[in-house]
């Protein structure tokens, strides 16, 4: 049900006054203690007596602080002032619904009905007028009584016209007001915020962006130590780029006084594992190209034990199709290794491509050609080319100190870098 005039909804108002002005009043009070505190702060920047006692550091950090502490007190301040008033507002308009929302209900349902009765009551007036031939015609008290019918139900429509018209005109007004002051107290505590200056919605985003990737670059590293060629260098684009993203994000706030040094720092630690990945796996060999040459060297070893091709040997005569067949029974006997491999072996290995490389050529041992000369070169010298012992280690020590660190990034644990916790840019604060 709305208003004619207004349109607007007819309904109780949601929210508790009593809780809005409370809340509002000890906002009120907790800036005011805050301005308070500003001002003892300042005090103590200002005062000769701390400087003059050796307490330089304590004086700067008081006078540091007092800004920030003043800016906090002029928004709870002003924020709780604005709330009392759209509590006080909330009440009155929840109050007079209260009082009158049945009533307004009744009124309208009252003029619904009375314009009915009128609709009636001149149609069975009017339907005197038209009489049949088996009828008799209407005797003047007839008529009569249906002209006081019409004229009664015209009363009884002006008067529920009236009636529903001013109730629904309160309630506009009071929806109205309400209304008014719902975006007033919307627009008091924005203009709050710009007074004060510290509006850091913007930034708590940034905050939770970069929480949020940390976490998702910790769950893709788990998972690039998983999943295997030909995912591994999607994996490691996705990862790469969302480094990158931090180390941008951080420098933002950097650039805005958000951030230290030690924080820009610790997000371009992030960007080395990529640099000495590219330096440890300098002429470690590919997958796609182990598998290739692998069944390669298998096709050259089923073709070289193939008897040769004589008419006077029957056994002979198959060789040409045995030898046209080969790269298939190759194919075959040396499947693509599997896309899931150990975690713990990836780590080692410094990827997962190096453990699906081990599993390709352990399948070329297991092989009925793996005595071949060729074959066995082919396996000899491809496992030369993967880690050995001490990258290993090398790549096991680097994979838990940067996962370390970006487990402390994560948990805002990561300690700050001495002589670059205190670099900031002058136009940053």
């Known amino acids: 049900m709305r208003s004619p005039q207004g349109g607007h909804e007819l ?8 809780d809005i002005w409370t809340r509002g009043d000890a906002w009120v009070k907790l800036g005011l203690v805050m301005e308070k505190t500003a001002e003892e702060l300042t005090a103590i920047g200002d005062s000769s007596i701390h400087k003059s006692k050796g307490t330089d550091k304590l004086a700067d950090m008081a006078s540091e602080s007092a800004d920030d502490l003043d800016s906090a007190g002029v928004r709870y ?14 009440e009155t308009a929840q109050s007079w619904l209260r009082r009158n929302l049945d009533s307004v209900e009744r009124a309208e349902l009252d003029y619904q009905s009375a314009r009915d009765a009128k609709a009636e009551a001149i149609s069975s007036r009017d339907s005197l007028d038209t009489t049949w031939p088996w009828e008799d015609d209407p005797t003047d008290a007839q008529r009569s009584a249906a002209d006081d019918e019409v004229g009664s139900a015209t009363t009884a429509l002006t008067t529920a016209t009236t009636t529903r018209n001013e109730l629904w005109t309160e309630f506009d007004q009071v929806f109205v007001a309400w209304s008014d002051a719902y975006d007033d107290a919307v627009d008091d505590i924005q203009q709050a915020m710009d007074t004060a200056g510290n509006n850091d919605g913007f930034w708590e985003f940034v905050d939770s962006a970069l929480d949020v990737i940390g976490i998702v670059l910790i769950v893709l590293s788990v998972i690039a130590l998983i999943i295997g060629a030909p995912l591994t260098g999607l994996l490691g684009l996705v990862i790469l780029g969302l480094t990158l993203l931090v180390v941008g994000l951080t420098l933002l706030k950097f650039a805005f006084g958000k951030a230290t040094l030690s924080d820009v720092a610790w997000s371009l630690v992030g960007l080395l594992p990529f640099g000495i990945g590219k330096v440890l796996s300098r002429g470690a060999p590919v997958l796609s190209t182990v598998v290739r040459g692998g069944r390669s060297v298998v096709t050259t070893a089923i073709r070289s034990g193939l008897p040769r091709l004589s008419l006077l040997r029957p056994t002979s005569w198959t060789s040409p199709l045995r030898s046209l067949v080969a790269p298939v029974r190759s194919w075959l006997a040396l499947p693509r290794p599997s896309l ?18 081990q599993n390709f050529l352990t399948t070329m041992r297991s092989s009925q050609w793996a005595n071949n000369p060729g074959v066995a070169e082919f396996i000899t010298s491809t496992a030369g080319a993967l880690p050995g012992r001490g990258q290993q280690l090398l790549n096991t020590g680097l994979w838990t100190t940067f996962t370390g660190v970006d487990g402390l990034g994560v948990a805002d644990a990561q300690p700050d870098i001495p002589l670059l916790e205190d670099v900031e840019l002058p136009w940053g604060k």
């Open 77 to 90: 301040r002003e924020t709780g002032k604005a709330l009392r008033t759209y509590a006080d507002a909330l």
């Open 11 to 18: 309904r109780q108002l949601e929210g508790n006054p009593e």
């Open 340 to 357: 899931f491999v150990n975690p713990f072996r990836s780590i080692a290995m410094g990827g997962s491509e190096g453990v699906q490389i």
